[in-house]
């Protein structure tokens, strides 16, 4: 296993590949309404993407078979997007999005309301997002990766959620999918050291229910064993000497 660092030159680009996502991430949120279609948004990000002059990095990766990954209510992760998938009032979607600007990747995921949501549903949203923040709170120089896994699962499982295992974050740059591979779970192991030039894509995926998860007959569709609420929430950083730098941070 052989986790890249990057130098001052290739952390410009990855910081730059990471401004142009938040800004697809933030046109994107807002479509989410009643009515519109998965599709309707995978065209549209792919479009923005595409205009910004990068590359959709999930477009045909494995055979994935669009651009922006929408993943509703009990999907977790990797919903293909449809026209036939339509939103309605009270449902739940993540957006999962990435793009290459001048060879290096980007990556990011956010969970959305559509109209109302129950609170039960607005605060595993929260939860989600809250986790990610605890666990960024170890993703320093001298930290070992681990501590951050650990930080991210007992935030959620001490709150009653359920942690999917099956899937984990990663380390990103030249490729979507470098290593280290990033669990959201207490490991045995401390992990790697972590050190500056360091970039990870760190993705909580926390549901209402079990941590178990099937996937669809399309092969791609992650969804909760038991139907429950699934929400994700997704940016690469960069670790460095002092506090990590969120490369795709929107509001
Ligand atoms: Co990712």
Request: charged fraction near 25%.
């Amino acid at each position: 296993m052989s986790v890249s660092i990057k130098n001052a030159r290739e952390i410009e680009l990855m910081r730059h590949a990471g401004k142009l996502l938040e800004q697809v991430h933030n046109e994107l949120g807002k479509m989410i309404r009643p009515g519109i279609t998965t599709l309707d948004i995978d065209r549209a990000g792919e479009k923005m993407i595409r205009d910004l002059g990068c590359i959709p990095n999930f477009k045909n990766y494995n055979g994935y078979p669009a651009s922006i990954c929408t993943s509703v209510n009990d999907e977790v992760v990797h919903g293909i997007p449809s026209k036939k998938r339509v939103l309605r009032e009270g449902d739940i979607i993540s957006l999962d999005a990435g793009l290459i600007y001048e060879g290096y990747h980007s990556d990011a995921a956010r969970t959305y309301a559509v109209g109302n949501i129950s609170p039960e549903a607005q605060k595993l949203m929260d939860v989600t997002r809250e986790s990610f923040f605890e666990g960024i709170k170890y993703a320093k120089a001298g930290h070992h990766l681990h501590e951050i896994s650990a930080a991210i699962g007992n935030y959620c499982e001490s709150r009653g959620y359920g942690v999917v295992r099956d899937l984990v974050g990663h380390g990103i740059g030249t490729h979507l999918h470098e290593d280290p591979q990033i669990p959201n779970f207490a490991c045995r192991s401390r992990g790697i050291r972590l050190r500056p030039g360091m970039t990870l894509a760190i993705e909580p995926m926390i549901t209402m229910g079990t941590w178990e998860v099937a996937w669809l007959d399309d092969d791609w569709t992650v969804v909760t064993e038991d139907g429950s609420l699934a929400a994700h929430y997704e940016n690469t950083v960069l670790i460095t000497d002092g506090e990590p730098e969120l490369l795709t941070l929107t509001l």
